[in-house]
């Protein structure tokens, strides 16, 4: 799988890939014994029962690091067209997760609730 490439070094690449990944999973358990290394990955649930799709994700960490998104630095973001990047962020506020504030080149979206 190419994670391996000394002792110890498998470990730190496996938690790195998590805490940049687009759901943000939860850190990994490492668990050894003496002849192997168990690790248990953790599942980013909440994304799951949303059913929001990768662009939509990226969206939400965006908002959460920024404060707020624009049609424009979602489409910039994922590389999609404007009227691609509307629909994402009209879909999150049909879920409930974000609403529209402002108007006309103003308009943006934040979450419906603060980040913890």
Known sequence: MGYVEGYGDGMKLIR??????????GLPKFDGTLNCVKVTFF????????????????AY?????????????????????????RRD???????????????GNLLAYILVNKPE
């Not at 790195?16 to 999973?25: A, G, N």
């Open 43 to 58: 599942a980013a649930k909440d994304f799951a029962t949303m059913e929001l799709s990768e662009r939509q994700i990226k």
């Open 61 to 85: 960490w965006y908002i959460k690091q920024y404060g707020r998104i624009t049609t424009r630095e979602h489409g910039t973001l994922c590389n999609i067209s404007s009227g691609t990047a």
């Open 16 to 25: 790195r890939e998590c805490e940049k990944h687009v759901l943000k999973p």
């Open 89 to 103: 962020l009209k879909d999150l506020v049909d879920k409930g997760i974000c609403k529209r504030v402002g108007t």
